[in-house]
């Protein structure tokens, strides 16, 4: 049988050490021996010896920050001996390796899959996102190991050297040791009373040293605003005050 189909660049990689890597940019390949996280349901394939365990959003503390802001990721434990093939949606995907002493913030609808040796936990995104249609809350994940994010699109990364401002819904990650804000990036005036708009309202402003990873394109709208609307004005702001105080 003959087809370009079946060409060295298609056909599945081997490495002699386990671990996450990349068996093409829209697929994850994890050679398992032991364990990893991954988000429910983005497996596509595996061979060996492996079972999946459900875990909601990894523990009973991250399951009620899911649920009151509608952020984080739905996990599954990945165990055994075996190939497991990843994805989501063919979305690209990056491997970012995260040493002692590194905290990287991610948008928990980018997170893919990562070492069981990584710490994550769910934290609100001081002074960003309050009046936007993005989310209050992020993954931050510390530790070492290495994680697997999506983007929708080749992304740029932009080194915070002087003020840097992004539209939420394009910045999946950035340095968990930036300061972020709120800045209004559109005048009012005339145009805005007759119905007119930018479109771009509002956007995140970063500050201090690192980076910030921007897909190009708008994840949608999520996050605290879910949660106000089903609020309407009641005692949410206190419960998810306590909830996140470190």
């Known amino acids: 049988m003959r087809s370009d189909l079946f060409s060295a660049e298609n056909l599945e990689k081997e490495h002699s050490q386990p671990g996450l890597r990349l068996q093409n940019a829209k697929l994850l390949k994890a050679e398992l021996n032991g364990e990893f996280l991954a988000r429910t349901g983005s497996m596509v394939a595996y061979q060996g010896q492996v079972t999946f ?3 909601g959003s990894g523990g009973l503390g991250k399951f009620l920050k899911q649920k009151l802001t509608g952020e984080g990721v739905p996990l599954m434990r990945v165990r055994g001996n075996g190939d497991v093939f990843i994805a989501e949606n063919a979305a690209d995907i990056h491997l970012i390796d995260l040493e002692p002493g590194d905290a990287l913030s991610i948008n928990g609808a980018n997170v893919l ?19 936007s249609s993005a989310g209050l809350f992020n993954c931050v994940f510390t530790g070492h190991g290495r994680i697997a994010v999506t983007t929708r ?23 968990a040791s930036l300061q972020t804000g709120f ?3 559109e005048q009012f005036g005339l145009g805005t009373l007759l119905g ?7 956007t995140m402003s ?3 040293q690192g980076f910030v990873i921007v897909q190009p394109s708008e994840e949608p709208p999520g996050g605290l605003v879910r949660v106000a609307e089903k609020k309407s004005g009641s005692s949410g702001g206190s419960i998810l005050g306590d909830l996140f105080d470190d």
């Open 53 to 55: 365990e459900a875990l």
């Open 113 to 131: 899959a990562f070492d069981s040796t990584l710490n994550y936990d769910i934290k609100m995104v001081q002074g960003a996102g309050m009046f």
């Open 153 to 175: 699109g080749t992304p740029v990364v932009l080194n915070v050297d002087q003020p840097t401002y992004v539209d939420p819904q394009a910045a999946i990650a950035w340095s």
């Open 183 to 185: 800045h209004k990036a």
């Open 196 to 202: 007119r708009t930018t479109g771009e309202r509002f």
């Open 206 to 208: 970063f500050a201090g």
